[in-house]
């Protein structure tokens, strides 16, 4: 088990435990965190499920592929260092990811 640290725009903090592999869009969607919209479903297609992850999480995320380097370009919110689409940030056995939700996802 791993576990995500989610942080509304509003400071409204929510921690969930997650399985290993799981994606953090996946999480979010199955406990019904706001913010997190996933319209393509994680065919990373939409980049409705940006979020930014905390900076000390950010090496242990995996790297960020060409494609989706290139979708952060049309996320709604500003994309920052730390941006991610959560679909593709996977948790791993005993990790904690902390990620902050932007204002808007569209």
């Known amino acids: 088990m791993g576990s995500?640290?989610?942080?509304?725009?509003?400071?409204?903090?929510?921690?969930?435990?997650a399985e290993a592999g799981q994606s953090v869009m996946q999480l979010a969607t199955k406990n019904g965190v706001?913010?997190?919209?996933?319209?393509?479903?994680?065919?990373?297609?939409?980049?409705?499920c940006h979020v930014y992850v905390d900076e000390t999480d950010l090496a242990d995320?995996?790297?960020l592929a060409d494609f989706e380097d290139d979708?952060?370009?049309?996320?709604?919110a500003d994309r920052l260092d730390c941006s991610r689409l959560s679909c593709q940030v996977k948790v791993g056995e005993g990790q904690t990811i902390r990620v902050t939700i932007p204002p808007t996802q569209l």
């Open 4 to 17: 995500v640290v989610y942080t509304q725009p509003d400071g409204t903090v929510r921690e969930l435990e």
């Open 61 to 63: 995320c995996g790297p």
């Open 71 to 76: 979708m952060l370009d049309t996320t709604a």
């Open 34 to 48: 706001r913010g997190i919209l996933a319209q393509c479903g994680g065919t990373l297609s939409c980049a409705t």
